[in-house]
């Protein structure tokens, strides 16, 4: 009998960006990405889920230990992104547009290897209350 469950950890970390694409010229970035071009920058309050699956251990009864998971969380995520800005202060992003499917994704991306090959991941990142990316979909 499997007993796969998930477990969520909940954290959040504020930053500032903008979404720009350094190919365009200045008016189609403006037209597609409006206030969020703001050459200054602008800055949300993310809430992000860490979701991780996987079969309960029959002798700790946890999928993971959850004090190893907040620490996976803190030194991918919290110590590089929290009070930054993403675009000039954040390597994962040089190249990369800092939209939140993009931020979900590399979060996924520098966490998975992390975890034992059997647990699954998922991330589900707010830029808003109500916008949100989850990655993988």
Known sequence: MSLKTAIIRKEHFNAAHRLNNP???????????????????????????????GDVHPETGFVMDVKVLKELIKMNVLDKYDHKNLNLDVDDFKTTIPTAENIARVIYENMIDQ???????????????????????
Do not use: D, M
């Open 23 to 53: 190919n365009w010229s200045v008016e189609v970035n403006q037209q597609v990405f409006g206030k969020c071009n703001n050459p200054n920058f602008h800055g949300h309050n993310y809430e992000l889920e860490v979701k991780v699956t």
């Open 115 to 137: 975890l034992p090959q059997q647990l699954e991941l998922k991330i589900r990142i707010y830029e808003t209350e109500r916008n949100f990316a989850e990655y993988p979909a």
